[in-house]
């Protein structure tokens, strides 16, 4: 997987003719190709509109464990800057990136004096997603539980434990021969003993979207998302 890509606006509003890649992979490309490799194809002109007519820097970087994508404005220069994970499929990636499109119109509209995550995004939120929200865009199986999460956005969408399971269902590594066997960590009683990336756990208590637990071997303690696939031992 490439190291990351870069798209970009000129000051005066027109699109550069290349996108930079760290790995200098295509560096000369025509951006709406770069939409075509990381969005739902149904989805690439909407996206690609939002990105022309907003006048965005959309930065692509590779898997970050704190988080899936994130919205940056500069007030000294007034650029906008928008990133989401290169690791995403297609949908996550999608629903990251019309997330942080929100926090864009909501700066542009009310500045930085209302709540990041409050009433103005969240309805910007859901306006910025509403023409997405459709078979043509999402399978059933995430269009429902859009819907149900579009009702009351949360800050991350991986809070949402449905929507966040739907999305799951087509990471690269997910398949349907394992991905139903293997539970969540959230499905898992405290107290019960699990096996995660080859090591041994106790549940204890849940933290919002993640669950502290116990190494058996050594004994420490550490915080595992609640929806880590795990293996009951």
Known sequence: MDSGHYVGHSHTGHIKN????????LKKTNPKDIFFRYFPAASVDYCFDLWHKHQFYFKIPQKRATKLGDYRYDPRTKLHTITVNADLNAFSFLVTYLHEVAHL???????????????????????????????????????TALKQYFQNPKASSC??????????WFDDNSTSDDSP?????SDLQVGKRFRFRDRDFIKEETRRTRILCKEIASGKKYLISALAKVQPV
């Open 18 to 25: 290349s996108i930079v890649f760290v790995s200098q992979y």
């Open 105 to 143: 119109l909501v700066q542009k509209k009310y500045g930085s004096k209302v709540d990041p995550h409050g009433i103005e995004w969240k309805n910007e939120f859901v306006s910025v997603a509403k023409p997405m929200l459709n078979t043509q865009v999402f399978p059933s199986v995430v269009l």
């Open 159 to 168: 809070s949402d434990h449905n929507l966040q399971r739907a999305l799951q």
């Open 181 to 185: 066997s293997m539970p969540y960590l």
